[in-house]
């Protein structure tokens, strides 16, 4: 049941994480990256002094992975192939965007490549396409044609993957990982804005991941707290170019090859899983409010935050009471 609206005077933004904390611990390292055209900072609490060189090779090596423009990775061999065999790691991750493309009724697809390039995103070469040429790159939009069977990815030769949209996530998941590995029971990763945590603040604090006001940037509508979870968002004020007054954002609705036009501003995903997160994020996003509570309803492995373009903000039962605002907002309650 969803509550009566609130309205907000403020809307969502992007993610960021704040410490809480006003002096240093004694027993924090911390490291700025650059990768995956983002800023990735992580900070790590414990462990020896090898722990950052560590993560930072982490960063590179998956990056290497799955860069499309990057002839080695296996993301470029699979795109100039029909059927290829390629590293259990990388057979992973196709599995795992195969299956949020299913739970997102194919709303997040990673063959929407071609789509995204004729736009310019990838390239930051911005343009206008017309809807003959859309419709042309939408022919090779389909995820369901993708196979994956024993590490060979299969799939039609005019067929482009990317996985941009849930690597980053990936990463964030691979981080906590070798973590807990080394035996860190304290970090915390923010890839660009995606924020994952592993376990609380040394003291026993909950992180707290503060959701920013995209009008002004020195505040924000409100801040989660969190322990051992990710929070990721995709909204359409991240990445967009204006043409003629006219705003065109990067998530693309796989069925009409324009940007969303649903309502939302923004959907961010809270969940242990990063990977999933990430994709989830994009793919309830494209899905719009009511079947983002829909598919939210089925499951009990994460929760949510929905921004609309009215600006009006929705949260889910899951996490109302971790969620801390000096403004009113909806709580979808199951």
């Known amino acids: 049941m969803i509550k009566k609206f609130i309205l907000f005077?403020?809307?969502?933004?992007?993610?960021?994480?704040?410490?809480?904390?006003?002096?240093k611990n004694a027993d924090e390292k911390s490291i700025t990256v650059y990768a995956m055209d983002t800023v990735m900072d992580i900070k790590v609490y414990g462990g020896n002094d090898e722990i950052l060189d560590k993560a930072e090779s982490e960063i590179k090596r998956i990056e290497k992975l799955f860069k499309r423009d990057d002839n080695n990775s296996d993301v470029n061999k699979v795109n100039n192939s029909e059927s290829i065999k390629v590293s259990n790691e990388t057979s992973y991750l196709f599995l795992e965007a195969l299956k949020i493309s299913e739970e997102t009724e194919?709303?997040?697809?990673?063959?929407?490549?071609?789509?995204?390039?004729?736009?310019?995103?990838?390239?930051?070469?911005?343009?206008?396409?017309?809807?003959?040429?859309?419709?042309?790159?939408?022919?090779?939009?389909?995820?369901?044609?993708?196979?994956?069977?024993?590490?060979?990815?299969?799939?039609?030769?005019?067929?482009?993957?990317?996985?941009?949209?849930?690597?980053?996530?990936?990463?964030?998941?691979?981080?906590?990982?070798?973590?807990?590995?080394?035996?860190?029971?304290s970090a915390i990763v923010s890839l660009?804005?995606?924020?994952?945590?592993?376990?609380?603040?040394?003291?026993?604090?909950?992180?707290?991941?503060?959701?920013?006001?995209?009008?002004?940037?020195?505040?924000?509508?409100?801040?989660?707290?969190?322990?051992?979870?990710?929070?990721?968002?995709?909204g359409n004020y991240q990445r967009y170019f204006v043409s003629e007054g006219k705003t065109y954002h990067h998530i693309i609705d796989t069925s009409t090859g324009y940007p969303v036009e649903n309502g939302?501003?923004?959907?961010?995903?809270?969940?242990?899983?990063?990977?999933?997160?990430?994709?989830?994020?994009?793919g309830i996003f494209a899905m719009g409010l009511e079947k983002g509570i829909e598919l939210w309803k089925k499951h009990n492995d994460f929760d949510v935050i929905f921004v609309t373009n009215?600006?009006?903000?929705?949260?889910?039962?899951?996490?109302?009471?971790?969620?801390?605002?000096?403004?009113?907002?909806d709580i979808i309650r199951r």
């Open 9 to 23: 005077l403020l809307i969502f933004s992007f993610i960021l994480f704040i410490s809480g904390c006003t002096e």
């Open 106 to 185: 194919g709303k997040f697809d990673i063959s929407i490549a071609p789509v995204m390039d004729l736009w310019g995103f990838y390239v930051k070469k911005f343009y206008v396409p017309s809807s003959e040429e859309i419709k042309e790159e939408l022919k090779k939009v389909d995820y369901s044609k993708i196979s994956v069977n024993n590490d060979v990815v299969s799939k039609p030769v005019n067929l482009e993957v990317d996985l941009g949209g849930i690597a980053k996530g990936y990463t964030s998941d691979m981080l906590i990982n070798m973590f807990k590995k080394d035996g860190i029971k």
């Open 192 to 234: 660009g804005g995606n924020v994952q945590a592993l376990g609380t603040k040394t003291n026993g604090d909950e992180w707290k991941v503060a959701v920013q006001n995209p009008f002004d940037e020195n505040n924000y509508i409100g801040i989660i707290k969190i322990s051992d979870k990710a929070v990721i968002t995709s």
């Open 264 to 282: 939302l501003v923004s959907v961010s995903i809270i969940s242990k899983n990063g990977t999933w997160a990430d994709g989830l994020s994009t």
């Open 310 to 329: 009215d600006k009006k903000v929705y949260i889910t039962d899951g996490i109302a009471d971790k969620f801390e605002s000096d403004m009113p907002f």
